[in-house]
Each structure stands twice: as structure tokens, then as C-alpha cells.
């Protein structure tokens, strides 16, 4: 049997995360060495409650989670208690009934982990703001240089923000993190908000059809709930952008990547309304050579059913 490709999922958990993580733990190919989670989407507190649910949820095998920073570099928190309520998970009670936070930080886990594997074993998927990651690359450069590659749901892709015109809400939250991350120079491939938009949004019979699948995708519909009226005010219907499971897609399943090149990015971090927003140089004005493939398009037949396959539906 094929060796499993080892993996970090980093994770400011809310409802998005949650479906994201239970597909990574249900794709067999893959395995995850531990969880980290950040401050983002809600603290990095209640982030480990809701990936240790969603572990529990998923009812595969149960990678340690570790709680890394608490606060983003610079910028105060803000929180998306708005898109995922005020615990991330929809408000509607979900706890785990069994496990519990690891010991020990995040970030020290993960180096410790980099530094005891091969070059390139381990790939670190980043589901949230970018605080952990930077924290490790300025304070651990030599381990962070050994991962294979980050994958990271962040960036406006080659289209506009969803908390400005030009940001996109993992890049926003820390934009002083994710500029160290883009100018680190490891292999960094960005999944772009405009890759889980429009055709790839989760649709009626989409989220139908995993609610009738079992009491996994139930939940994971269930959980979403204040992200589906927040769009239905945005969009007109019942839909799910779903930018985490994307992101976990593009990743694991790069089969559905419709449209990914390699561009000079830069991370915008002055005190203006562009704050957070991430400069793709997508006609190469600027001369530097790229530093992060940008995923901006997924087929979204594939990208559905990889969905459905690893969440039983």
C-alpha cells in the first residue's frame, strides 16, 4: 500500500474548517500528524473545540490538537462571529464529548515535527490567518525550510475580497503574518476566495444531498447555517461558498484545480482601505519572480463530488 503523504492542517476552526478537516480526515491517502489552530474566524481556543468536535464528528482517527497564538502580530482581533456565529460553529451547541486539547503550543508542535522528518515529507495545509506560520518561519527558519509545500485558503485569488474590495479575510485578519509567509520562500500555493464562488458555490440540492447522507453531512450543513443566511441576503438563494473545503480540495484533490499559475505576489500591510490585500502580478509588470501559485478556478463537478466521496454522500 502506497505510503500515506503526511500533513499540518493549521485552523482558526469555524463552520467552513470544520467540513474541510472532516474531508481531510476521511481521504485515506492522506495522513494528518496533528491539528494547530489559530486565532481567526473566533480565538484559538474555541477553534481546538471545534476541530476536536469535528474529529470526533468525522469518526475516522484522532490526530492530537494543539492551541498555537492567541493574537494576531499587530492588528487587534476582529473575529467572523457575523459568518459563522459567535462560536464559529452556527451557535446550534456543538461541543466534543470526549476528547481533549494536547499539551503544549502549536507552533513549538509543528516545528518539532518539521524538524524530525525528511525534506519535503510533511505539507502544512493553512485553513485560517497565517499568525502560527509566520511565528515559525521568523523564530524556526531551518525547520520551516524542510515542509514540501503550504497550501493556504487566502487571497482574493485573481478576483475581489469578501471583507473589502480587495482583501480577503485570512489575509486581512493578519496581513503582517501573511506578508512574512509570501516572502519566506518556501513552495506556497494560494487558494483564491474566487475559487469557491459562483459555480463552485454548494447550491439547494448540493447541501440536500449531504443533509440526507447521514448525521455527518447534516452537521456540516447544520454548522454553516449563519454563513447560508448571511448568502442568502448576498446571493438570493440557499448557497454555500465553501472557501475551506477549496482550498482542502485543491490540496488533496488536485484533479479539480481548473485554473492555478504561478505569480509575484506581495501582501499589502499599510494603514489604508487596502490593508490585507494581496497584489497577484498577474501580467508579471513588476519583473520578480513568482513565489506562490494562485488557484483561482475549480471544476466544479469534481471539486462537488470529492465532497460528497469523502463526506459519504
Given at each position: 500500500?502506497?505510503?500515506?503523504?503526511?500533513?499540518?492542517?493549521?485552523?482558526?476552526?469555524?463552520?467552513?474548517?470544520?467540513?474541510?478537516?472532516?474531508?481531510?480526515?476521511?481521504?485515506?491517502?492522506?495522513?494528518?500528524?496533528?491539528?494547530?489552530?489559530?486565532?481567526?474566524?473566533?480565538?484559538?481556543?474555541?477553534?481546538?473545540?471545534?476541530?476536536?468536535?469535528?474529529?470526533?464528528?468525522?469518526?475516522?482517527?484522532?490526530?492530537?490538537?494543539?492551541?498555537?497564538?492567541?493574537?494576531?502580530?499587530?492588528?487587534?482581533?476582529?473575529?467572523?462571529?457575523?459568518?459563522?456565529?459567535?462560536?464559529?460553529?452556527?451557535?446550534?451547541?456543538?461541543?466534543?464529548?470526549?476528547?481533549?486539547?494536547?499539551?503544549?503550543?502549536?507552533?513549538?508542535?509543528?516545528?518539532?515535527?518539521?524538524?524530525?522528518?525528511?525534506?519535503?515529507?510533511?505539507?502544512?495545509?493553512?485553513?485560517?490567518?497565517?499568525?502560527?506560520?509566520?511565528?515559525?518561519?521568523?523564530?524556526?527558519?531551518?525547520?520551516?525550510?524542510?515542509?514540501?509545500?503550504?497550501?493556504?485558503?487566502?487571497?482574493?485569488?485573481?478576483?475581489?475580497?469578501?471583507?473589502?474590495?480587495?482583501?480577503?479575510?485570512?489575509?486581512?485578519?493578519?496581513?503582517?503574518?501573511?506578508?512574512?509567509?509570501?516572502?519566506?520562500?518556501?513552495?506556497?500555493?494560494?487558494?483564491?476566495?474566487?475559487?469557491?464562488?459562483?459555480?463552485?458555490?454548494?447550491?439547494?440540492?448540493?447541501?440536500?444531498?449531504?443533509?440526507?447522507?447521514?448525521?455527518?453531512?447534516?452537521?456540516?450543513?447544520?454548522?454553516?447555517?449563519?454563513?447560508?443566511?448571511?448568502?442568502?441576503?448576498?446571493?438570493?438563494?440557499?448557497?454555500?461558498?465553501?472557501?475551506?473545503?477549496?482550498?482542502?480540495?485543491a490540496a488533496l484533490y488536485p484533479e479539480c484545480?481548473?485554473?492555478?499559475?504561478?505569480?509575484?505576489?506581495?501582501?499589502?500591510?499599510?494603514?489604508?482601505?487596502?490593508?490585507?490585500?494581496?497584489?497577484?502580478?498577474?501580467?508579471?509588470?513588476?519583473?520578480?519572480?513568482?513565489?506562490?501559485?494562485?488557484?483561482?478556478?475549480?471544476?466544479?463537478?469534481?471539486?462537488?463530488?470529492?465532497?460528497?466521496?469523502?463526506?459519504?454522500?
Open positions: 500500500m502506497e505510503e500515506r503523504k503526511k500533513l499540518i492542517i493549521d485552523t482558526d476552526c469555524g463552520s467552513d474548517d470544520a467540513m474541510a478537516i472532516a474531508m481531510a480526515l476521511r481521504d485515506p491517502r492522506y495522513e494528518i500528524l496533528c491539528f494547530t489552530t489559530v486565532t481567526g474566524n473566533v480565538d484559538a481556543r474555541q477553534a481546538a473545540q471545534n476541530t476536536l468536535f469535528t474529529i470526533e464528528a468525522a469518526g475516522t482517527y484522532e490526530p492530537p490538537v494543539y492551541i498555537g497564538c492567541e493574537t494576531p502580530l499587530l492588528v487587534p482581533f476582529v473575529g467572523a462571529a457575523e459568518t459563522h456565529g459567535d462560536d464559529g460553529m452556527g451557535d446550534i451547541g456543538l461541543v466534543p464529548k470526549r476528547l481533549k486539547v494536547a499539551e503544549g503550543n502549536g507552533v513549538l508542535k509543528m516545528v518539532e515535527l518539521l524538524r524530525d522528518s525528511e525534506q519535503g515529507e510533511i505539507d502544512i495545509i493553512t485553513l485560517g490567518t497565517l499568525t502560527n506560520i509566520a511565528v515559525a518561519m521568523r523564530l524556526f527558519p531551518d525547520e520551516m525550510r524542510k515542509v514540501g509545500r503550504i497550501v493556504m485558503m487566502g487571497t482574493a485569488g485573481l478576483g475581489t475580497g469578501n471583507v473589502s474590495p480587495v482583501a480577503e479575510f485570512n489575509i486581512w485578519q493578519d496581513a503582517e503574518a501573511a506578508k512574512i509567509v509570501f516572502e519566506f520562500g518556501v513552495p506556497l500555493m494560494a487558494v483564491g476566495w474566487d475559487a469557491c464562488i459562483d459555480e463552485a458555490m454548494l447550491e439547494r440540492k448540493d447541501l440536500d444531498r449531504l443533509i440526507q447522507s447521514g448525521p455527518l453531512g447534516k452537521v456540516m450543513v447544520d454548522c454553516n447555517r449563519v454563513l447560508m443566511e448571511m448568502n442568502y441576503d448576498r446571493f438570493g438563494r440557499d448557497c454555500l461558498d465553501m472557501a475551506d473545503p477549496a482550498a482542502m480540495a484545480i481548473d485554473d492555478c499559475d504561478d505569480y509575484y505576489c506581495e501582501v499589502d500591510t499599510s494603514k489604508g482601505p487596502s490593508y490585507g490585500g494581496v497584489l497577484v502580478d498577474r501580467y508579471h509588470f513588476s519583473g520578480k519572480p513568482a513565489n506562490c501559485a494562485v488557484c483561482s478556478k475549480l471544476k466544479p463537478e469534481l471539486f462537488k463530488e470529492y465532497i460528497f466521496r469523502t463526506l459519504g454522500a
